[in-house]
């Protein structure tokens, strides 16, 4: 038997050459051959054979299926899932109790999410998101014996949850689950070592220790803990390498200053996949040669899942999402773990690669790519100009300089933001990042002008 998996995104040239393969497959098994043509070449013909597909019609990047090759196949539609009675088989597996009241109040609060929250691209309550919570749920459980099991799925579904949460649907999610589990209070766990290593490279990289901020890497931590393919979605300037970078070299200042420590040396491995083709990322064969080239993907997967060492390595992809390379790397995201070459070759990927990924939006994602990412939202509003002000005010040598430029920042800097807001209108929108960045060039060349002891 053949399972094709999203079968549909295959060219639609290159389907009508599939249909005829099939065809001549097909004719062969109902004349009753033993042996029979395929490709100019004669082959045996196991009577048993089967050709499954499974696709997804409607998405982006796919396409219509032929007439000639769709009357091949016998169609059978997929019916909506048990969800609840699937949270009650999950939980009762991860070893909780009162199962069958625990999953219907999951139930309840993912479909309240979909019905009250707003409608975000980077949004999924779907099945796959419910599997996830409930499993990362069991392993709380394991980890945090003391607390009761209300508790217990109380943190997994807002470790879950919160992090990709707009700072408007927040308190909404927050109602709907106080209404769900009156009076039990989210345990508060204490980060300790990992918390004061973040404030320790944050100051070391000369960064405001921004709760928001800290919070954000935190839960960049829990979310990665859960899933091994993450994206971190926001707008320029949000802080979203930070927040990667500084968890980053926190791990392995804690993994380098004491070795008994159970958290790992990282590895981060960059790749733009918007700055090359797909053959260039994936690899391709020569169509003169037909010598296959490898792509820096593959060659980097390759790379990392071959080493036996413990250290976590990060394959980070920053830079835009779309249909045409993301699609790709569906069997990678979702439980298979596998990166499947044009080449026949399947590179597996173990527990300490995972996936990263650092996006201004997805608006051109399919839900399929969505439903297989934990998600990790940033707010530029959350910054606003203060950090990066304070950060540049830093680095000034003259006491009295900084002094008088942090007292004008503050009496000047929120009304000419209410003034450019209200009143200006610009020709090409900028981000806040932007206006921050020239203001201070500008402040910064003014002073040099004035012989004023600035950096």
Same mark, same amino acid.
């Given at each position: 038997w053949g399972c094709f998996d999203e079968f549909n995104r295959i060219n639609i040239e290159v389907l009508s050459v599939v249909a005829q393969q099939i065809l001549s497959i097909l004719s062969a098994l109902a004349a009753g051959y033993a042996r029979f043509v395929f490709e100019c070449r004669e082959i045996n013909l196991v009577w048993s054979c089967g050709i499954f597909i499974t696709m997804n019609p409607g998405y982006a990047g796919r396409t219509e299926l032929p007439d000639n090759l769709k009357s091949m196949f016998r169609p059978i539609s997929m019916v909506v899932p048990d969800s609840c009675l699937i949270s009650e088989i999950i939980l009762f597996g991860e070893g909780f109790n009162n199962t069958k009241v625990l999953a219907k109040k999951v139930f309840t609060l993912y479909s309240l999410a979909v019905q009250q929250l707003s409608q975000q691209e980077h949004y999924d309550f779907g099945l796959r998101a419910l599997v996830s919570v409930l499993k990362y749920a069991g392993r709380k459980k394991r980890a945090l014996? %003391?607390?009761?099991?209300? #508790? @217990? *799925?109380?943190?997994?579904?807002?470790?879950?949850?919160?992090?990709?949460?707009?700072?408007?649907?927040?308190? *909404?999610?927050?109602?709907?689950?106080?209404?769900?589990?009156?009076?039990? #209070?989210?345990?508060?766990?204490?980060?300790?070592?990992?918390?004061?290593?973040? %404030?320790?490279?944050?100051?070391?990289?000369?960064?405001?220790? !921004?709760?928001?901020?800290?919070?954000? @890497?935190?839960?960049?931590?829990?979310?990665?803990?859960?899933r091994h393919s993450v994206m971190i979605v926001g707008d320029t300037g949000s802080g979203k390498s930070v927040v990667w970078r500084t968890l980053k070299f926190a791990l392995s200042n804690m993994w380098k200053n004491d070795a008994s420590n159970p958290k790992n040396n990282v590895k981060e491995y960059p790749i733009n996949p918007k700055a090359l083709s797909l053959g260039e990322l994936y690899g391709e064969f020569? *169509?003169?040669?037909?010598?296959?080239?490898?792509? !820096?993907?593959?060659?980097?997967?390759?790379?990392?899942?071959? #080493?036996?060492?413990?250290?976590?390595?990060?394959?980070?992809?920053?830079?835009?999402?779309?249909?045409?390379? @993301?699609? /790709?790397?569906?069997?990678?995201?979702?439980?298979?773990?596998?990166?499947?070459?044009?080449?026949?070759?399947?590179? /597996?990927?173990?527990?300490q690669v995972s996936l990263l990924f650092e996006v201004g939006d997805l608006s051109v994602a399919s839900p399929a790519t969505v439903s297989r990412c934990g998600m990790v939202f940033m707010a530029s509003s959350d910054l606003e100009w203060q950090p990066f002000v304070d950060s540049w005010l830093e680095k000034q040598k003259d006491a009295t300089t900084r002094s008088n430029l942090k007292r004008m920042f503050t009496k000047y800097i929120v009304p000419v933001l209410d003034f450019r807001k209200k009143m200006c209108k610009e020709l090409i929108t900028t981000s806040t990042l932007n206006w921050r960045e020239g203001i201070i060039m500008s402040l910064r060349h003014q002073l040099l002008n004035w012989n004023l002891s600035v950096l």
């Open positions: 014996t %003391e607390y009761p099991d209300e #508790e @217990i *799925l109380l943190l997994a579904m807002k470790d879950m949850n919160v992090a990709k949460l707009t700072s408007d649907d927040t308190p *909404l999610f927050n109602g709907i689950v106080q209404d769900l589990f009156p009076g039990v #209070e989210t345990p508060v766990l204490n980060y300790g070592d990992l918390q004061t290593a973040i %404030e320790t490279q944050l100051t070391a990289d000369n960064l405001q220790r !921004v709760p928001v901020i800290i919070t954000k @890497i935190i839960q960049l931590y829990e979310t990665k803990n859960s020569d *169509l003169n040669t037909n010598e296959w080239t490898d792509g !820096v993907l593959s060659a980097v997967m390759r790379k990392t899942c071959s #080493e036996d060492s413990a250290d976590e390595k990060w394959i980070l992809f920053d830079g835009p999402v779309d249909t045409l390379w @993301i699609e /790709s790397m569906n069997s990678v995201m979702d439980d298979n773990k596998v990166l499947t070459l044009i080449n026949g070759e399947r590179i /597996s990927m173990p527990n």
